[in-house]
C-alpha cells in the first residue's frame, strides 16, 4: 500500500501529476472539436511545427513558450496562405508544412548541437521538467479551460455551421482564430508532458473515444475530458514506477480505452453493429412472415 | 572551374559519403514516384501513420531478433490495415483513426524501448542516419526500391484510375482490393528501405513534397512523375553536398532544399504560381 | 447481336440489401432483362435505386439473393469488362492531373494489354465516344475546368468508350440540358438495337415510353416490372409515387370551349412542369383536391395536386 502511495511523496511527482491531469483535461476538451471536423492532423502539424522554435528559444535563452508560439503561428499562417493559393489537398499542405518546419528544427540543431537536447522535445519529459516551465504550463492550460468553458456554445455552432452561426450574431472568424491560438497553445503545453510525437494522440484520441459513446455534443465534451484527464493522471503516476516514457504510458493508455470503447460502445460499437444487423434482419424476415 | 570540381570531388573521396549520395539518390527517386499517388490519392498523412507504427514493429523485432526491417514493415502495415478496418466499422473520420493508432503504436513501441534499453540508437530511428549506412543497407534499399518502382512504373495507368475514380475501377474489373493493399505494401516498404537515410518522421517530407512540387507544375500525370523523380534526385544530390561542407544533418538538409523548391513552385508555376498570376493580371 | 461473345442478360434474384446502420434499403427484389433493352428504373428520392445499382455492381453486397451478368455472377463479369456503369454522382477528384481525353481513355483499360499503352483502335473509340457527346473541342481541358453538365457527358463517354453489353447509368439527365439529353437517348437506342443492355434510372417520366422499351418500379421492392406498355400506367405510378407526385388533369373546360371532354395529363415526379395552352399558363399547383396517400421513406412534402374531370 505504502509503496502504491509511494510517488505522492515526491514533491516533483505531485506537480508533473498534477500538470499532466490539467493538460490532458483542457487538451481533451480541444479535442472533441478537432475530431469532428476532420482536424486531427492539424494538431499533429503544430506539434512539429514548434520545434524550431522550441531549439531557437533555448539556443538564444528565451522563453520557450514564445519561439514556440511563433514559429506554430509562422506554420499555421503558411498553410492557410498555400490552401487559399493552390489546388493541392489539404493533407498535403499539412504534411509538407509540418515536415519542413521539423527539418527546419532539426537543421539548426545540427548546426550548434550541444544547446538542445532534442529528444526532450521530440519525446517529453515531465519529470524532468524545471518548475518555471511547469508553471507556464499550468497557467496555459488553466487561461484555456476558462475560456473554453465560456465559449464551448459558441465554438460548436461555429464548427457545426458556420453560415447559421453568422445569421445568429457570432463572431465566426474571431473564434475561429480563438480555437486555433488554444490549440497552439494547448500544444505547446503538451509538448512538455508527451513531446512533440504523441501531441497527436492526447488531442485526437479522448475526442473520437466519447463520440463512440455520446450523440450530444455537451455529454461528448465532458466525457472526453474526463478520459482525458483520468488517463493522464494514471499515466503520470504509472510512469514513476516504470522511470519515465510518461508520454508514451499516457498514449498507450488512452488508446487501450479507445479500443475497449471501439469493441464494446452500447451504441456505436462493433458488437452493437453486429447485433444491430441481425436485428433488422430478423425484423424483416418477421414482418414478411407475418405479411404472408 | 576547377574549384567547383574540387568541390564536387572531395567529399566523394569519402566511401561513406559515397555510400551516403547513392542511398539518397535510391530513396529520393523511390519516394518521389510514390509520393505522387499519395499526393492525389489524399494519402499523404498515411505516409504520416505509417512511419511512426514502425517503432513498435522494430523494437520487438529486435527482442524476438529477427531482422529489424522485417518488423518495421508488419508494423508499418499494421497501422495501415488497422486504420482501414476500423474506418469502415465505426463513425469517426479517418484522420482521427490514423491519428489515435499510430500515437498509440509509437507510445508502444516507446515505452517497450525505454523499458528494454535496445542497442539501437533512438535517434538513428528517429532522424535517420544516412552517413552511418553500410552496403549490406544499400543492397537492402535497393532491392526494395527496385521491385517498388518496377511495380509502380508497370502498373501506373491501373494505380492513377485506383486513384481517381474507384467506382469505376472496379467497375472495369480492376482487382481494386488488391491494387489498394498492394499500394500499402509498396508504400510499408518505401518507409521501410528510407528509415536509414532520413528516420521516420522526414520520410513523411520526401513523401509529399517532390509529388506537391509537380502537381503545381503539369496538369499530366506522366509529367508529374517525371518532374518530382528529377526534383527529388536533384535535391537529394545537392542536399549531401551541402550538408557535408555546413557540417549540418544530411536528412534535414534535403528537405529543406526540397522545400525550397516547392516555395518556388509556389510562386513561379506556369499556370498556378501566385507571381505569375499577377504577373499576368497586371498585362491584360 | 452475334457478335458478343456473352449474351447480354441481367438478372436480379431476390435481393435484400441492409446498410450498416441497419436500414434495410431493398428487400425481395427480383427481375430480368434481356439482350436488346433499354429499361426504365423509376421511383422516388430514397426508394433504392442507387442502391440496385451498387448491389447490381457488387458494392454491396446484398444480405440475400444474387445478382446474374450474362449468366455469371458479379465479380466475373466485371473481370469480362461487359459491365460500365455511370453513378449517379461521381465521387472524384476533379483537380486531378487528368486531361478528358485521359478520363475517357479510361473506359480503355479494359481492352488493353497488361501496360495499358493505347493502340490506334482505343485512340479511335475514344474520338469517337467524346464526339457522339459533342465533346470533342474539350478534349483537351483538365477534367475540373469543365460544367456540371459537361462533365456528366464525359462519364458517359467514357462508358460508351469501354463498350460494355450491359449498361447501367443512375440518373444520366439530370443537369443536361434539352438537346443533350435528346442526343443520349439517340445514342442508347442506337445502342439498343446493337443488342445491348440498359439500365437508366430516371426521374423524367415524360420521356421514358419515348425510349424504354421496358419498366422497372421500386419502392424499396419491386413493384412491377415488364414492358413499358403494359406496366407505365398511372395506377402504377401512383402506387410507385404515392403521395409525392405530381399529377394533374386538365380538363375539358378548361381548355377549350366546345364539348370535347377528353381531358389532359400531366404527371411528373421530376421539376414543375410548365404546361402552356394558348396563351395561359397552366398550373400545376392548381389544386382541387389534395391526396396524402402513403409516402413511405420520402420527406418530399405532397404537392399532389389531383384534379380529377370526369
Ligand atoms: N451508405 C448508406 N448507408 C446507410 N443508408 C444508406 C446509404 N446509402 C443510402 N442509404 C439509404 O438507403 C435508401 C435508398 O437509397 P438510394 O440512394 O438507393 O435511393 P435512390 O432511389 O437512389 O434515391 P434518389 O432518387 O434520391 O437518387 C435511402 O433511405 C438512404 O437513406
Ligand atoms: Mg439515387
Redesign the pocket.
Known sequence: MDELLLPFQYDYMNKAIFAATFIGAVCAMLSSYLMLKGWSLIGDALSHSIVPGVAAAYMIGAPYVFGAFFSGLLASASMGFIKAKTKLREDAIIGLIFTSFFALGLFMVSLSPTSVNVKNIVLGNILGVSDEDIFQMVLIAGISFFILIFTWKDLMVTFFDESHAKTIGINTKFLTILFFTLLSACTIAALQTVGALLVIGLIVTPGATAYLLCDRFGQLMIVSTLIGSITCFFGAYISFFLDGATGGIIILLQTIVFIIAFIFAPKYGLVAAKRKIKQASELLRKTREGAV | MAELFEYLTEPMQYAFMQRALLMAILVGLVCAVFSCFLVLKGWSLMGDAVSHAVLPGIVIAYILAIPLSIGAFIGGLFCAVATGYVKDNSRLKEDAIMGIIFSGMFALGLVIYLKVQPEIHLDHILFGNILGVQAADLWETGIICAATLGLIVVRRHDLLLYCFDQAYARAIGLPVKLIHYALLVALSLTIVASLKAVGVILVIAMLIAPGAIAYLLTNRFSHMLLISSVVAVGSSVAGVFVSFYLDADTGATIILIQTFIFILAFLFAPTSGILRKKIVSQNS | MAKFIYNPSLEVNDITVT???G?T?IYDASFSLSAGTICALV?V????????FKSIMGFVKPVKGSVTLSGMPVLTALKQNIVSYVP?AEDVDWNFPVLVEDVVMMGRFGHMNFMRIPKKKDKLAVRDALEKVGMTEYSRRQIGELSGGQKKRVFLARSIAQEGQIILLD?PFTGVDVQTELAIMKLLKQMRDEGRLMLV?T?NLGSIPDFCDHTVMLNRTILDAGKTADVFTPENLEKTFGGVLRHFTLGGDELHDDDDTRSVRVITDDERPLVLYGNKTQKSAAAKKSSTANKP?ADAKITTSKAEAK
Open positions: 446498410y450498416n446502420n436500414h434499403a421511383g428520392n430514397g426508394s433504392g435505386k442507387s442502391t440496385l449517379q440518373e434510372a426521374h421513406d
